[in-house]
């Protein structure tokens, strides 16, 4: 079992970073294949960004790719999601994602969620 919590959400300008971090607790962490997804409204749940354990493979969808960087610290259970450059359609409910299977998506694996963090992008 894996329990996730998200923190860093708020409001930002156009063109601005806001940094997004994950704090993993349970059993077996290394297992795990984590990620980020967001639901903006009125829109389903989409896929933003995965890692690995070690950090060798990461994915990003074409959306966020080269303004979103994700990273993995495993000392600390945690994963941050870097956003820079962001745009008022990056608007979304971030959700942290733990899943036991690659890629994240799939749903032919378990996969725990967060309970969300807000992000809103003015223009």
């Known amino acids: 079992q894996v329990q996730l919590a998200e923190s860093g959400g708020g409001l930002v300008q156009a063109g601005g970073s806001l940094s997004l971090s994950c704090a993993a607790s349970?059993?077996?962490?290394?297992?795990?294949?984590m990620g980020w997804f967001r639901q903006a409204p009125g829109k389903e749940r989409e896929f933003v960004a995965a890692?690995?354990?070690?950090?060798?493979?990461?994915s990003y969808d074409d959306s966020v790719k080269g303004r979103f960087t994700i990273s993995r610290d495993n000392a600390k259970n945690m994963v941050n999601l870097q956003m820079n450059k962001m745009k008022p359609e990056d608007t979304a409910v971030y959700y942290c994602?733990?899943?036991?299977?690659?890629?994240?998506?799939?749903?032919?694996?378990?996969?725990?969620w967060g309970q969300g963090t807000q992000v809103t992008v003015s223009s």
């Open positions: 349970g059993s077996a962490l290394r297992n795990y294949f």
């Open positions: 890692i690995t354990w070690s950090g060798s493979m990461k």
């Open positions: 994602a733990a899943a036991s299977g690659w890629p994240i998506t799939s749903d032919r694996f378990d996969r725990y």
